[in-house]
Every structure is written in C-alpha cells, then in structure tokens.
C-alpha cells in the first residue's frame, strides 16, 4: 500500500473526498484559492466549501447574517444568525466563530446553535446558526464569521 497524499505515511487512513485543487483543475480556474475569478465577491476557496459555482457570478450563496426572531424554549427574541451553504464530500471545512472584540474567536459549541439544516439535493446543506444567547443579554457586542480550511 502507498500514500496517496504528500507527507502522508502508507498505512495510515488517507483524509477522503475531493481537493481543492482537483474541484479547480475541473474549473480550469485561472486564479488561486483566494482569488476571485468569477468577481462576486466569494474566494474561489469558499466557493468550493460552499459548493458553488467559481465561473458563475450568479452562484454566490452567501454567508448571510441577519438578525432573526426564533422561539426557544418557550420565549421569542431576535438572535444574530449566519446562514451559509455546505457541501459534503470535499477535503476541508466551515467552522462559524464567535468575537467580541474581533480580535479573540472562538468556535467554542456552546457559543452557537444550529437552527436549520436543510439538505438542497445537490450535495449542498443551507445551514443557519445563531448566537447562543439573544441580542441585548450581553453588554458586549457579539461578532460571527466563517473560517474555512
Ligand atoms: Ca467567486
């Protein structure tokens, strides 16, 4: 048995799905993973963890944030929330995190709850997340983000 991937060692599990670099070689993306050679504004990075298109402007899915009114347990307040695609079957990753500085992030669970997941059928989820706590319970201010990798 032989490894598959640079400084990997035989023997040992091999991280499955698609790379970066064969999802842009089937492009034939021009720019690197932080360009933008579509010029919508998503990196061709997160166009691939996003599982969009990086040659079609009209194929940006976000991330969103918005401030949204959601129940739980019982009683309704407005929540800072981020709503993102994901797809599956790719070698990297979305993590949401949490400032409130925007110097110091977090991606501590219990920060953020996942509202919605709703599976689009194409190998893409929209996922929303929101603060743990609502808005106005805090003194501080609260930032989101996405990192991928
Ligand atoms: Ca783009």
Redesign the pocket.
């Known amino acids: 048995m032989s490894s598959q991937s640079e400084g990997g060692s035989p023997g040992t599990e091999e991280p499955s799905g698609l790379t970066y670099d064969t999802w842009a070689a089937g492009f034939d993306l021009q720019g690197g993973p932080l360009d ?9 990075f997160f ?1 691939f963890l996003h599982g969009s298109s ?1 040659i079609d ?1 009209s194929d ?1 899915p976000g991330p969103v944030a918005s401030v949204q009114s959601i129940e739980v347990d019982g009683s309704t307040n407005d929540y800072l929330t981020l709503t993102f695609n994901e797809t599956s079957g790719i070698r990297g990753s979305l993590t949401v995190e949490v400032s409130t500085d925007l110097k110091n992030w977090s991606s501590d669970p219990s920060l953020t709850e996942v509202v919605s997941r709703i599976d689009n059928g194409n190998e893409t989820s929209t996922i929303t997340v929101r603060i743990a706590s609502p808005i106005g319970t805090d003194q501080n201010k609260t930032y989101l983000r996405l990192r991928g990798r």
């Not at 933008?36 to 061709?44: A, P, R, T």
């Open positions: 933008d050679d579509d010029g919508d504004q998503l990196l061709n166009e990086p402007s940006a």
